[in-house]
């Protein structure tokens, strides 16, 4: 079956420009999540979703990041403004349900590169 | 203090060896989740074992076995038979059930497998 997808494989923008990435997860699954990566770091939590709703946005860096899944199924993470520090791997998971036993499947992330 | 601490950041490892990855964690709850995953060049993190703080078998998935002390809290991964396609970053990480959001990754450690 279809596993985790990320649209853009890549992005390249400049700074202070606004940015929309991609998460499709796997079908069926309610709970979805997003880290960010940096080079040479393990995956970082940013935010979680149980159907439509924010779980936990904890992880946000700063309210220039936002989340949303209004269908309870693809979820967009908004960048706005920019920074070069926001330069980093985004990767997003999803997991059946959200209890301490399910497995989160990760797609191949997107790679954002800020100028 | 880190939740996850892999204190091993390259190993180089000959051929059809077996390789000991190791990891300790750090967590006050009695139910959490303890996981490792794959990440080639390529990026995407593959999943490949659980282990949790309930099970009193050591996980195993094929090559891959989770050697899990839970008095010591140290979960470490053990590769059988290692292939020179098991060169990567290997993360360990943790989901506290409390925290059924996220899971917190390790910084990781990269293997080498040599011909």
């Known amino acids: 079956g279809a596993g985790v997808s990320q649209t853009p494989s890549n992005k390249v923008t400049e700074k202070g420009k606004y940015v929309e990435l991609r998460c499709d997860p796997i079908s069926g699954h309610t709970a979805l999540y997003w880290y960010r990566q940096s080079l040479g770091q393990g995956p970082e939590f940013l935010i979680y979703f149980q159907g439509t709703g924010a779980a936990d946005d904890s992880g946000l860096p700063n309210d220039r990041f936002f989340a949303v899944r209004p269908e309870g199924s693809v979820s967009t993470l908004k960048i706005q403004r920019t920074e070069r520090g926001d330069s980093a791997v985004y990767l997003c998971?999803?997991?059946?349900?959200?209890?301490?036993?399910?497995?989160?499947?990760f797609g191949p992330g997107t790679r954002l590169t800020v100028l | 203090a880190q939740k996850i601490t892999q204190t091993q950041p390259g190993m180089f490892v000959q051929e059809k060896e077996a390789v000991t990855l190791d990891c300790t964690y750090d967590?006050?709850?009695?139910?959490?989740?303890l996981f490792w995953y794959k990440q080639p060049s390529s990026g995407e993190m593959i999943f490949l074992i659980y282990q949790g703080s309930y099970d009193e078998q050591n996980a195993t998935e094929g090559r891959y076995s989770l050697n899990f002390q839970k008095a010591r809290k140290s979960a470490n991964l053990v590769i059988s038979a290692s292939q020179l396609g098991d060169s990567a970053m290997y993360f360990c990480?943790?989901?506290?059930?409390?925290?059924?959001?996220?899971?917190?990754f390790g910084k990781g450690t990269r293997l080498h497998i040599l011909p």
């Open positions: 998971a999803s997991s059946p349900t959200s209890g301490s036993a399910d497995t989160q499947y």
């Open positions: 967590t006050s709850d009695q139910s959490y989740g």
């Open positions: 990480a943790m989901r506290e059930a409390d925290r059924d959001d996220k899971i917190i």
